[in-house]
């Protein structure tokens, strides 16, 4: 009867072991079936991972193709447009020329018109404006004035007048396609780009128009026969004191006026001016400038310009009447790949 229960006991034992060793081996089962699962959906997630990454890579670089082929088609600027508004007739910058520009002029324009209707209301209480009001009031009837600018269009063009001319400047700022005269060139002369001439000294019957370079003006002992006229007789010329001059280069090109019209971003507008062959200092013509285009490059450090000149009509002559009806473009600067100039990058 011992010897039963001790084997009864025995057996039980055995079998606990047996169920133990079973338990721990499905244990041991699960687990390498869960540690395979983890490792399973471990692989997914970095396999997802990468192809995010990836994909993010790509898209990065379809970001900055596209950003760079933006910057690639930024429109040319065409700087007149800031230029010659005239607030007594916003609507006057219409047509293919409009560009962002004088869209937000326009906008100004209404803008100030409202301030200017608020202020005039307000003059019907004399006794309740301040004399700052009243400065502020005065301020802008005098800016209306001076935006009928008589060197600006409302067709988008500007009128440059000759050396001789009694009205307009000679002095051609490119950049800002900014006409100026000898005063405005005073302790400015970094800003002309080209002199405009008109003389009749090398030839009484036969006119020379010219475009000179500032730095040919200056340098050249012999340019002041190209402003020889009634305003200057002698050597004394604006040109030769001037300080600062810049180092730009000229030339006439083959382009028509339909041509330059067509020209509406940077690439070609700087294919047209890259071309073409024979920059120099100053560009010569014995006959009327009706329908030329002349193109300008200026290539330094603190300043980079590339533009085209048209030049729409000629009047006169070598007298004080003789100036240019003229339109401007310029390369356009985009700092913030909104696609569109950025104006402040030319009125600085």
């Not at 192809?51 to 970001?63: C, L, P, V, W, Y």
């Not at 910058?93 to 209707?117: H, R, W």
């Not at 802008?140 to 400047?169: C, F, H, M, R, W």
């Not at 533009?307 to 700092?335: A, F």
Request: proline share 2%; aromatic share 8%; hydrophobic share 35%.
């Amino acid at each position: 009867m011992k010897k039963l229960i001790i084997n009864l006991i025995c057996i039980l034992h055995i079998g606990y072991m047996n169920t133990q060793m079973a338990f721990a081996q499905s244990g041991t089962r699960e687990k390498s079936t869960i540690a395979q699962k983890v490792s399973s959906e471990s692989h997914k997630v970095s396999s997802a991972t990468q192809d995010i990454k990836n994909n993010m890579e790509d898209a990065s670089h379809q970001i900055t193709d596209a950003y760079n082929n933006m910057k690639g088609i930024v429109r040319v600027f065409e700087p007149i447009w800031r230029l010659h508004t005239n607030r007594n007739s916003g609507s006057a910058a219409t047509g293919s020329g409009l560009t962002n520009t004088a869209i937000q002029n326009k906008q100004t324009t209404e803008a100030d018109a409202q301030v200017k209707e608020a202020i005039d209301q307000s003059t019907a209480n004399l006794d309740t404006l301040t004399v700052g009001e009243v400065a502020g009031s005065n301020k802008i009837q005098e800016e209306d004035q001076l935006n009928v600018n008589p060197y600006y269009n409302a067709d988008g063009t500007a009128n440059l007048g000759s050396q001789n001319n009694q009205k307009y400047g000679c002095f051609l700022n490119v950049l800002k396609a900014e006409i100026m005269d000898e005063i405005d060139v005073a302790g400015n002369s970094k800003a002309v780009d080209l002199i405009f001439t008109s003389t009749s000294a090398f030839n009484e019957q036969l006119p020379m128009y010219a475009f000179l370079t500032a730095s040919y003006a200056k340098h050249d002992p012999f340019a002041y026969n190209y402003f020889k006229g009634t305003k200057y007789k002698d050597r004394n010329i604006p040109p030769a004191t001037w300080e600062e001059v810049n180092e730009s280069e000229v030339a006439m090109t083959s382009l028509t006026g339909m041509q330059f019209e067509k020209i509406k971003n940077n690439d070609q507008l700087m294919a047209a001016v890259r071309q073409l062959r024979g920059f120099s200092q100053k560009v010569e013509s014995r006959t009327k400038l009706d329908g030329k285009v002349i193109a300008l490059k200026t290539e330094m450090d603190q300043r980079t310009v590339y533009g085209l000149i048209y030049i729409v009509n000629h009047y006169g002559t070598t007298g004080e009447s003789g100036y240019l009806r003229i339109k401007i473009k310029v390369t356009g600067q985009d700092s913030n790949g909104d696609n569109m100039p950025e104006t402040e990058m030319y009125f600085r």
